[in-house]
């Protein structure tokens, strides 16, 4: 295992403290319990919005605290759920008096320690709603999850939900947004290698020099099938008709779209695949209305990627052009 860090067992915190010292004008890090707030949090009057999940998949989450996204996001452990005490932290971090939203991935003690951490802020007079994300079209049932894993959407639903939470919205017209995202959009990856977890120090799992993983999960989870390796038109035309098909999408939708890098995929090979997605798109007649290319929920240093589309309107769009301001993501300020 080569990897930059000191001790597997300090990885976490050691770069939560980097992250601390790169942003101050952007968020602080607690430490008992760990947790990422925005600066100046709670914002009073504002719907607060707060995700997590386990390390290994930056910027993801932590990286997206800021202005018009995140009021606070939980790390756990590289590639394990954050427990609810770091939730409820979390949730008190971000309470601005109009209530917080959870946003969660759909991976089972995601949904276990959020919905614990959601009784007990209830239980303390702050008013909490929940949206799971689960837009991964690859497989139902996965080894971590009971329904379709929530992976690359999470990233637009994080944004969406964050420009109309800074433009005054209340938490239940922010929760069925939150939700209408998730219902409007698509994702699926594909893994050229594995990765290595620091704690483990060796991949968690393994790939023949010609084989390529077709539907992987964010943590190195089996997809629908091993297969041999193929070109860039071949990877980007079978995900994203995967996609189109599963909405289904249709001619005539704006859509936006997102390739995301695994984390040791260079920008050279994902605008070569966000070509070949336009080229499948155009043949659909689906506009791409807006587009994201490059590393926003990684797989430590997996090499592959991921596509997601999301069918969006005017409203949806302006959401996403609002301003944002945050570690991992920045336009419009």
Same mark, same amino acid.
């Given at each position: 295992?080569?990897?930059?860090?000191?001790?597997? $067992?300090?990885?976490?915190?050691?770069?939560?403290?980097?992250?601390?010292?790169?942003?101050?004008?952007?968020?602080?890090?607690?430490?008992?319990?760990?947790?990422?707030?925005?600066?100046?949090?709670?914002?009073?009057?504002?719907?607060?919005?707060?995700?997590?999940?386990?390390?290994?998949?930056?910027?993801?989450?932590?990286?997206?605290?800021?202005?018009?996204?995140?009021?606070?996001?939980?790390?756990?452990?590289?590639?394990? %759920?954050?427990?609810?005490?770091?939730?409820?932290? @979390?949730?008190?971090?971000? $309470?601005?008096?109009?209530?917080?939203?959870?946003?969660?991935?759909?991976?089972?003690?995601?949904?276990?320690?959020?919905?614990?951490?959601?009784?007990?802020?209830?239980?303390?007079?702050?008013?909490?709603?929940?949206?799971?994300?689960?837009?991964?079209?690859?497989?139902? $049932?996965?080894?971590?999850?009971?329904?379709?894993?929530?992976?690359?959407?999470?990233?637009?639903?994080?944004?969406?939900?964050?420009?109309?939470?800074?433009?005054?919205?209340?938490?239940?017209?922010?929760?069925?947004?939150?939700?209408?995202?998730?219902?409007?959009?698509? %994702?699926?990856?594909?893994?050229?290698?594995?990765?290595?977890?620091?704690? @483990?120090?060796?991949?968690?799992?393994?790939?023949?020099?010609?084989?390529?993983?077709?539907?992987?999960?964010?943590?190195?989870?089996?997809?629908?099938?091993?297969?041999?390796?193929?070109? @860039?038109?071949?990877?980007?035309?079978?995900?994203?008709?995967?996609?189109?098909?599963?909405?289904?999408?249709?001619?005539?939708?704006?859509?936006?779209?997102?390739?995301?890098?695994?984390?040791?995929?260079?920008?050279?090979?994902?605008?070569?695949?966000?070509?070949?997605?336009?080229?499948?798109?155009?043949?659909?007649?689906? @506009?791409?209305?807006?587009?994201?290319?490059?590393?926003?929920?990684?797989?430590?240093?997996?090499?592959?990627?991921?596509?997601?589309?999301?069918?969006?309107?005017?409203?949806?769009?302006?959401?996403?052009?609002?301003?944002?301001?945050?570690?991992?993501?920045?336009?419009?300020?």
């Amino acid at each position: 295992m080569k990897k930059l860090l000191n001790r597997p $067992d300090d990885v976490v915190r050691e770069s939560l403290e980097g992250l601390a010292l790169a942003h101050p004008d952007l968020l602080r890090v607690s430490f008992d319990p760990v947790y990422v707030a925005r600066a100046g949090a709670p914002v009073s009057g504002k719907t607060g919005i707060i995700s997590g999940g386990g390390s290994g998949h930056e910027p993801m989450h932590a990286g997206y605290v800021g202005r018009g996204m995140l009021d606070a996001a939980c790390p756990g452990q590289v590639f394990t %759920s954050p427990t609810p005490d770091q939730i409820e932290a @979390a949730t008190r971090a971000a $309470d601005g008096g109009r209530g917080v939203l959870h946003i969660v991935k759909n991976y089972t003690g995601d949904i276990l320690n959020f919905e614990m951490a959601a009784e007990l802020c209830q239980a303390a007079g702050i008013e909490v709603a929940s949206v799971v994300i689960n837009d991964d079209v690859a497989v139902e $049932d996965s080894l971590y999850t009971a329904g379709r894993r929530g992976v690359g959407l999470t990233v637009l639903a994080e944004k969406i939900s964050g420009a109309a939470a800074e433009q005054g919205w209340p938490l239940d017209r922010v929760a069925a947004l939150c939700r209408r995202v998730n219902e409007s959009g698509r %994702s699926m990856g594909m893994a050229l290698t594995p990765c290595t977890v620091p704690a @483990a120090g060796k991949p968690n799992f393994e790939l023949g020099p010609d084989e390529m993983e077709m539907g992987i999960g964010i943590h190195g989870e089996p997809g629908r099938a091993r297969m041999p390796l193929a070109t @860039a038109a071949e990877i980007a035309a079978h995900m994203t008709e995967a996609i189109l098909g599963d909405l289904p999408f249709r001619a005539g939708d704006r859509v936006i779209a997102m390739v995301n890098g695994m984390g040791g995929t260079p920008l050279l090979e994902l605008y070569l695949v966000y070509r070949e997605l336009e080229r499948v798109l155009g043949g659909r007649s689906i @506009a791409v209305a807006r587009r994201l290319v490059g590393n926003y929920i990684t797989s430590l240093e997996m090499a592959g990627c991921s596509i997601t589309l999301l069918r969006a309107g005017d409203e949806m769009l302006s959401f996403w052009d609002a301003p944002v301001v945050t570690a991992g993501l920045r336009w419009g300020a």
